[in-house]
């Protein structure tokens, strides 16, 4: 089955002089299933949400190329099929406070997408945004309001019913749920996991919680400055997790039980986070991993298939 959408060596550069280079994201490559959910995980700073910001074109590759049900989306040939793809693919944004414009109502939040891609009526366009704040457990009275008049919360779902607004059937969750209170989060993942079930939707979540992911997603993908170095389903991922770095998150996730979490082994990673401006071309890893070898400060590690749907890019298992 063809993937719903096709990364390949993706990358990301920013130059900031002359002779330095930021590499956000650098030679990425994944597919998305239809109807799937991928979680893209990893510390700040590791490129996450400039692959997201790429997926939706917000951003224009340095390298690569991204694909839409086989086609490349950067080389749309008129501007039907441009917004054809802007209107098949959305975003959640990780802020709700900055990602809504204070001098527009939620009516014209929601309502632009629908404007733009279905040029439908007023009386139409009323009911339609009625429709939509419904399935995000808002009201009609809501309409009429300006962003500041809600909680961090409702502006997620505001958020959320912009995005659904054109009927898109792929979304890029940028932590939807990070900037939220910790009892509204578990309400905005539960509506998105059953927005996707109703409209068939497929996502990219990205997310720094573990828990979260591991709960959401399908498939994860842990990046590590810029990279991808491990990749599996998520049952497996977490029951079997490989990379050094794999296994230094998991085993940062807080336990629920303070007996269980007294006796949890936590994998204390050593050594400053290396600079992605001009990174050298070896494992970005190495300089904190404890079973790094020499080939791990000389050569850059290939992302390989460790089984069937589990890969790595550690010299421990390429060798």
Known sequence: MEPLISV??????????????????????FDINEGETVGLVGESGCGKSTT??????????????????????????????YLEY??????????????????????????????????????QLDEQIEDLLKTVGLNKEHMSRFPHEFSGGQRQRIG????????????VCDEPISALDVSIQAQVLNMLKKLQKERKLTYLFIAHDLSVVKYISDKVIVMYLGMIVEQAKADELYMNPLHPYTKALL???????????????????KGEIPSPINPKNCCRFAERCSYAMPICHNEMPKLKNYDISHKIACHLFNS
């Open 251 to 269: 085993s940062a996730i807080p336990e629920a039980d303070p007996n269980i979490a007294k006796n949890k082994d936590r994998i204390m990673l």
């Open 8 to 29: 390949k060596n993706l990358s990301k550069y920013f130059y900031i002089s002359k002779n330095e280079v930021l590499k956000a994201v650098d030679d990425v490559s």
């Open 52 to 81: 997201g910001r790429c997926l939706v074109k917000l951003y224009n590759p340095t390298k690569g190329q991204i694909f839409y049900k086989g086609k490349d989306i950067f080389l749309a040939r008129n501007k039907e099929e």
């Open 86 to 123: 802007c209107k098949n693919t959305q975003m959640i944004f990780q802020n709700p406070y900055s990602s809504l414009n204070p001098r527009m109502t939620v009516k014209d939040i929601v309502g632009e997408g629908l404007k733009i891609h279905n040029k439908i009526y007023e009386k």
């Open 160 to 171: 959320i019913a912009r995005a659904l607004s054109v009927n898109p059937n792929f979304i």
